[in-house]
């Protein structure tokens, strides 16, 4: 059985979490191949609201295995938070979720170092998570990371101090003033790792692969949104993995003929937070308006969304990156009372009228180029069927269509499980 993913096409917060959990009746398995604690996805059902950050977002439901797998990284401490939230809950995980020896652990470390090499950059920096995302991708991929088969060796904890000490002194390297208690942070460490222990690790890629041997369904959840891909995103504002659907490939072993359908999922207009170029940006009330009916605030990090139109010519790129084969658009309540939306559907590049996305994307370089449609004034957040949309919406959705050649095949009203709309 082929494996579906699920990703987010534009700089991540598409709404990746709420569908997912939508989608889990449909799957045995959902699986996180990539990214961590950086990651904040938000699921909405009777009245309450959950934020998972490494956790797959199937993991509400009773009869969903949830992995965690090779290319994901793992901070034992936020790890442990989130189990100590669903145990509050009632929700029994220690049946439904499984971990893969060869994913990446995020030591204190890793997450001074990110802060350090943050703070060192000043004006320059990334607007990292501070989660030690990079610092752990680049041991990662410099053969130098602690895994979490490792933990299963006696001499883990040896392994721990080699790769602590010599991050102690890459810390100092970088200068700058930050004060911590390593002491303080290793306790509370050591000790998340002892419930990390608790959990069942797996060999994951032999484990996804009997389970499609044997007619299991599996989603692929995505974390960050593709143009915050390591490769094709805006680098070097991006995120240290591949968030494209390659990334899911390596991420859990699953061979490039054995994907399935690939949901892209995107904002109706576009939201991104820390630095980096962002061509549709707005500091208007247009802008303001968007920030504060959708409720723009970071999962993670609380910091505010900056917002603007959709950009289409960037959704393009990210729909052949992934071979996209349906859309899921989100938070169209959002847009409601606007006279006329723009969509950028070309850029105007160094004087030259493009509609691919260039390497450089600097404001310096870029001008959109809008078209305006019509706006809808009704509020679609109580509509359970798309026969009770105002023409407007429909006219966008189709526009979208024919421009992305890909249907729509959700409509998200609202960030409720409930207001989820399947077109036909
Ligand atoms: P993820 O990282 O892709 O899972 O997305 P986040 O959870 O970071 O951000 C999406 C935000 O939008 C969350 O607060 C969701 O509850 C909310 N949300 C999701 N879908 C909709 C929608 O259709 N309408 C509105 N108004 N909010 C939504
Ligand atoms: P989800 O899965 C939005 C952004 C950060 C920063 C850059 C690098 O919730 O969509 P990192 O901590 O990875 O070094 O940060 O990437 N970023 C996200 N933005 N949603 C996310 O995840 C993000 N994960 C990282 O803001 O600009
Ligand atoms: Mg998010």
Redesign the pocket.
Known sequence: MAVDLLL?LQW???????IVDVLTKNYNIIARFQGGPN????L?FNGK?H?LHTIPSGIFHDDAINLVGNGVVIDPVIFKGELDKLAEQGIDYKKSLLISRKAHIILPTHRLLDAASEASKGKAKIGSTLKGIGPTYMDKTGRNGLRVGDLELSDWKKRYRTLADKHESMIDFYNVELEYDLGELEDEFFKAVEMLKSLTFIDSEEYVYQAQKSEKTILAEGAQGSLLDIDFGTYPFVTSSNTTAAGACTGLGVAPNQIGEVFG?FKAYTTRVGSGPFPTELFDEDGETMGRV??EF??TTGRRRRCGWLDLVALKYACQVNGVTQLNM?????LSGFKTLKVCTAYKYKGEVIEHLPYNIEPENIEPIYTEVNGWEADLTKMTDESQFPKELNEYIEFLEKELEIPITIV????DRN?TIFRK
């Not at 991540?12 to 709420?18: N, S, V, Y």
């Not at 990651?39 to 938000?42: F, M, Q, V």
């Not at 989100?330 to 959002?334: A, F, H, I």
């Not at 998200?412 to 960030?415: A, E, L």
């Open positions: 987010g991540g917060d598409e709404g990746k979490g709420k990651a904040g996805h938000t909405v609201k934020v999922i959708g409720n970071g999962a989100m938070k169209g309540d959002v998200s009203v609202g960030p207001q």
